[in-house]
C-alpha cells in the first residue's frame, strides 16, 4: 500500500482535484465529492467508517486512500468556567494545545496553535519559554478546528437551512506559535476553514494575533481582508517593548505602526492592538500617556488582558481592581475604544500566555 494522503493539507482546489480523480478511478458517481466534503468538513467526522451515508465499498476506498485524524487527543482539562484545553499528539509525537471557550448563546471559540512552540521569546509566555517548535501543516490547524468541533458537538445541531451550522464557531489564532511565520500552511488552513463549500467559518469569525511582523502583516490583509487582525502590543515605548519581547529589537514601533496603517488602508477596519497589563511593569501613568498616543496614530481599539500566571513567567497577574483602574485611566486619556477581555480557563492553564502543551520549560 502506497503512503496515505493527507486529505485536510489540500487547499480547495487541489482537494477537489484529489477527490474527483479518486471517485473517477473508483467508478463512483461525482457526487461523492459533495458528501465526502460535507461530512468532513461541516459534520466535522474525522472517521471515513462514521460517514454513513456513503456505500461501504466507497468508505473503505476512501480509508485506504486518505488520513483525517492527524491528532489524537492525549489529555483533556475542563475549567471551572466551561473552558476545556485539549492536548494532542502530533503524527511525529510533538505536542500541542488547543482551546475551546464557551460563549454567549451556545456559541464557542477555539483558540488553535500554529507552532509546537515559539522562538519568540516573549517574557511573558509559556509557549516562548519551549523555545522553537516546528511548523504545523495546514491539515493539522485544521484538525484542531474540526477535532474541537466535533467533541463540543456544535456540527451536529440542528441547521437553519440543510448546510449551516446554526451556531458557528469562533476561530482565534492565538495559541502556540506566531502564526504569521507559519504563513504559507496558515493560508491554506484559512481557505480551507472560511470555503463556503467546505468547513464554512465566516471571515469575521475568524481573528488571526501576531506580535507584529510588518511585512506579513500587509500580505495577510491582502489575502484576507475580511478576517480580523489583532496585534500583540504589551508596550508603547521601544524600551519597554524591547524588554518584554526581544522580537522589537528587530521590529521598531514605528515600522509596526506604519504596516498597521497600510494594513488599515486595505482592510478599512480597526487594527486591534492587545495589552497585556503587568502590574508596575507596563501599567504606570507614562505608560498610559504612551499608549494613547501610539494608538491615535492608527486607527485603532484595544484590548486589555491581565497577564497570566504561567512556570517561569517572573511577573504577578494584575488584580481585578489594578485591571479595571488601568482600563479607566487609558479610557479617559484616549478617544479609541478599550475593552477588557475576560480570561477563561485560567484554572487549567489554558489562558492566554498558558499554553505550553505540558512540556517543562527548556533551559534555554
Ligand atoms: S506570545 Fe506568541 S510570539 Fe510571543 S513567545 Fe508566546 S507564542 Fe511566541
Same mark, same amino acid.
Given at each position: 500500500?502506497?503512503?496515505?494522503?493527507?486529505?485536510?493539507?489540500?487547499?480547495?482546489?487541489?482537494?477537489?482535484?484529489?477527490?474527483?480523480?479518486?471517485?473517477?478511478?473508483?467508478?463512483?458517481?461525482?457526487?461523492?465529492?459533495?458528501?465526502?466534503?460535507?461530512?468532513?468538513?461541516?459534520?466535522?467526522?474525522?472517521?471515513?467508517?462514521?460517514?454513513?451515508?456513503?456505500?461501504?465499498?466507497?468508505?473503505?476506498?476512501?480509508?485506504?486512500?486518505?488520513?483525517?485524524?492527524?491528532?489524537?487527543?492525549?489529555?483533556?482539562?475542563?475549567?471551572?468556567?466551561?473552558?476545556?484545553?485539549?492536548?494532542?499528539? =502530533?503524527?511525529?509525537?510533538?505536542?500541542?494545545?488547543?482551546?475551546?471557550?464557551?460563549?454567549?448563546?451556545?456559541?464557542?471559540?477555539?483558540?488553535?496553535?500554529?507552532?509546537?512552540?515559539?522562538?519568540?521569546?516573549?517574557?511573558?509566555?509559556?509557549?516562548?519559554?519551549?523555545?522553537?517548535?516546528?511548523?504545523?501543516?495546514?491539515?493539522?490547524?485544521?484538525?484542531?478546528?474540526?477535532?474541537?468541533?466535533?467533541?463540543?458537538?456544535?456540527?451536529?445541531?440542528?441547521?437553519?437551512?440543510?448546510?449551516?451550522?446554526?451556531?458557528?464557531?469562533?476561530?482565534?489564532?492565538?495559541?502556540?506559535?506566531?502564526?504569521?511565520?507559519?504563513?504559507?500552511?496558515?493560508?491554506?488552513?484559512?481557505?480551507?476553514?472560511?470555503?463556503?463549500?467546505?468547513?464554512?467559518?465566516?471571515?469575521?469569525?475568524?481573528?488571526?494575533?501576531?506580535?507584529?511582523?510588518?511585512?506579513?502583516?500587509?500580505?495577510?490583509?491582502?489575502?484576507?481582508?475580511?478576517?480580523?487582525?489583532?496585534?500583540?502590543?504589551?508596550?508603547?515605548?521601544?524600551?519597554?517593548?524591547?524588554?518584554?519581547?526581544?522580537?522589537?529589537?528587530?521590529?521598531?514601533?514605528?515600522?509596526?505602526?506604519?504596516?498597521?496603517?497600510?494594513?488599515?488602508?486595505?482592510?478599512?477596519?480597526?487594527?486591534?492592538?492587545?495589552?497585556?497589563?503587568?502590574?508596575?511593569?507596563?501599567?504606570?501613568?507614562?505608560?498610559?500617556?504612551?499608549?494613547?498616543?501610539?494608538?491615535?496614530?492608527?486607527?485603532?481599539?484595544?484590548?486589555?488582558?491581565? =497577564?497570566?500566571?504561567?512556570?517561569?513567567?517572573?511577573?504577578?497577574?494584575?488584580?481585578?481592581?489594578?485591571?479595571?483602574?488601568?482600563?479607566?485611566?487609558?479610557?479617559?486619556?484616549?478617544?479609541?475604544?478599550?475593552?477588557?477581555?475576560?480570561?477563561?480557563?485560567?484554572?487549567?492553564?489554558?489562558?492566554?500566555?498558558?499554553?505550553?502543551?505540558?512540556?517543562?520549560?527548556?533551559?534555554?
Amino acid at each position: 500500500m502506497g503512503e496515505m494522503i493527507k486529505l485536510l493539507d489540500l487547499g480547495p482546489e487541489a482537494l477537489k482535484a484529489e477527490l474527483s480523480q479518486s471517485l473517477a478511478q473508483w467508478e463512483e458517481k461525482p457526487f461523492r465529492a459533495r458528501q465526502v466534503i460535507r461530512q468532513v468538513y461541516q459534520r466535522c467526522k474525522l472517521d471515513f467508517q462514521d460517514m454513513t451515508d456513503l456505500p461501504a465499498a466507497l468508505r473503505s476506498n476512501l480509508a485506504g486512500t486518505y488520513l483525517l485524524q492527524l491528532l489524537t487527543p492525549l489529555e483533556r482539562a475542563v475549567s471551572a468556567d466551561g473552558t476545556v484545553k485539549t492536548l494532542w499528539e =502530533l503524527g511525529d509525537s510533538a505536542r500541542v494545545e488547543s482551546v475551546a471557550i464557551p460563549m454567549e448563546a451556545g456559541r464557542r471559540t477555539f483558540c488553535l496553535s500554529t507552532q509546537t512552540g515559539c522562538g519568540l521569546g516573549c517574557s511573558f509566555c509559556a509557549t516562548g519559554k519551549l523555545g522553537a517548535g516546528r511548523n504545523l501543516s495546514a491539515g493539522e490547524i485544521i484538525c484542531q478546528a474540526l477535532a474541537g468541533i466535533a467533541e463540543t458537538s456544535l456540527s451536529s445541531g440542528p441547521r437553519v437551512d440543510g448546510s449551516e451550522r446554526t451556531s458557528s464557531p469562533n476561530l482565534v489564532f492565538m495559541g502556540m506559535g506566531e502564526p504569521l511565520l507559519n504563513y504559507d500552511n496558515l493560508k491554506t488552513a484559512l481557505e480551507v476553514l472560511n470555503h463556503p463549500e467546505l468547513a464554512q467559518v465566516g471571515s469575521r469569525r475568524i481573528t488571526v494575533s501576531t506580535v507584529g511582523l510588518p511585512e506579513q502583516i500587509v500580505r495577510f490583509c491582502r489575502d484576507f481582508p475580511q478576517m480580523k487582525l489583532a496585534v500583540s502590543l504589551h508596550a508603547a515605548t521601544e524600551s519597554l517593548r524591547r524588554t518584554l519581547m526581544p522580537v522589537a529589537g528587530k521590529v521598531s514601533l514605528s515600522d509596526l505602526v506604519e504596516a498597521c496603517r497600510e494594513a488599515n488602508l486595505i482592510t478599512g477596519k480597526r487594527i486591534t492592538f492587545e495589552y497585556l497589563v503587568i502590574p508596575g511593569v507596563n501599567d504606570r501613568q507614562e505608560d498610559i500617556q504612551a499608549l494613547a498616543r501610539l494608538c491615535g496614530l492608527v486607527p485603532s481599539k484595544i484590548n486589555l488582558i491581565g =497577564l497570566n500566571p504561567a512556570e517561569g513567567v517572573p511577573f504577578r497577574p494584575p488584580r481585578a481592581a489594578e485591571l479595571a483602574r488601568f482600563r479607566d485611566r487609558l479610557s479617559s486619556a484616549c478617544s479609541m475604544a478599550v475593552t477588557l477581555r475576560r480570561s477563561h480557563g485560567a484554572d487549567i492553564a489554558g489562558a492566554c500566555g498558558q499554553l505550553a502543551a505540558g512540556q517543562a520549560p527548556r533551559r534555554r
